[in-house]
């Protein structure tokens, strides 16, 4: 069964997309960028705007039944390679002992405002 999961951002149904698409076991969670959604704004620092994407992705994920420990999968999208140091004690917070296989890239973004985007694949796990 597919479940679509979506966050509400009007970006969403402008660009033709679901924040999450659940098929069976599997999570699949699109590019998320740092936009705090309560007040739709971009915080300013890389720091506060990767913290956002791992909430929102987060969220996003407990609503298909899923938590941050299913990732197995990581794509991080910087646009400055400055952030690299910067960015990799956050993601280490959240996920330090899961260890999904990642990838880090450094490019442009669709908006100049926005300096990280984090997509995410999970497995459901077994007992």
Known sequence: MRILISTGSPFEKTAGYSRAV???DWCFVSGTTGYDY???TMPQTIEAQAR???ATIAK???EGGFDMADVVRARYYITDQAFVDVVFPILGEVFGEIRPAATMIVCQLNKPEMKIEIEVTALRRTA
Do not use: E, I, K, S
């Open 22 to 24: 659940v098929q069976g």
């Open 60 to 62: 996003a994920l407990a």
């Open 52 to 54: 956002n994407c791992l």
């Open 38 to 40: 309560a007040t739709m």
